[in-house]
């Protein structure tokens, strides 16, 4: 019976393992997880920097609502 061992076992690290046995589809997969986080973090810097902020120089009357009874 033969072996596909070699005569002088090599040790290998950690991160030359892992490489070796990356999978294609889980690296796509990471990938697009990534890249939505990243577009979602975006988008929310994107709305908080566009929020209306209320100036205190502001005209006071034209800033106010005026509430209409329908009665």
């Known amino acids: 019976m033969k072996t ?3 005569p002088n076992p090599v040790k290998k690290s950690t991160y030359a393992l892992l490489v070796r046995s990356e999978e294609k589809e889980r690296c796509l997969f990471e990938t697009i997880v990534y890249s939505l ?3 979602s973090a975006v988008i929310g810097i994107w709305q908080f920097a566009h929020l209306r902020v ?3 120089f502001a005209d006071k009357a034209a800033t ?3 509430i209409v009874s329908r009665s």
Do not use: C, F
């Open 4 to 6: 596909n061992q070699s």
């Open 54 to 56: 209320p100036s205190p």
């Open 64 to 66: 106010t609502t005026q």
């Open 37 to 39: 986080l990243v577009v």
